[in-house]
């Protein structure tokens, strides 16, 4: 089991920054990858970055150049540097952890964090 706890959200003004950081606990020695993934008023959830156990990293195409997504092993923390934040970048952020497969000994369990509100006044 792992539990996933985000932080950092906030209200933050158009071309602001904002740091949000997910604290992972519990049993993560099957991680395959990690995932920041938002939900704006009345759409649907969608991906905003990604990071695989190897440290590979990928981005929507509306965070490229804007967000960072990074990893503190160490820490047990996964975070999500942003800047010249925008209006719509308005939603609530999760935190995503994804096990490795059967292949791998594991069950391919997908987890979530509780969200994060990030507000992002024009």
């Known amino acids: 089991q792992v539990h996933l706890v985000e932080s950092g959200g906030g209200l933050v003004q158009a071309g602001g920054s904002l740091r949000l950081s997910c604290t992972v606990s519990?049993?993560?020695?099957?991680?395959?990858?990690m995932a920041w993934y938002r939900q704006a008023p009345g759409k649907e959830r969608e991906l905003v970055a990604t990071?695989?156990?190897?440290?590979?990293?990928n981005y929507a195409d509306s965070m490229k150049g804007r967000s960072t997504i990074s990893r503190e092993n160490a820490e047990n923390t996964l975070n999500l540097q942003m800047n010249s934040l925008k209006p719509e970048d308005t939603a609530v952020y999760y935190c995503n952890y994804l096990e490795a497969g059967w292949a791998m000994g594991c069950h391919g369990m997908t987890y979530w964090g509780k969200g994060t509100l990030v507000t992002v006044s024009s």
């Open positions: 519990g049993d993560t020695k099957c991680i395959r990858a």
């Open positions: 990071i695989s156990n190897n440290g590979a990293t």
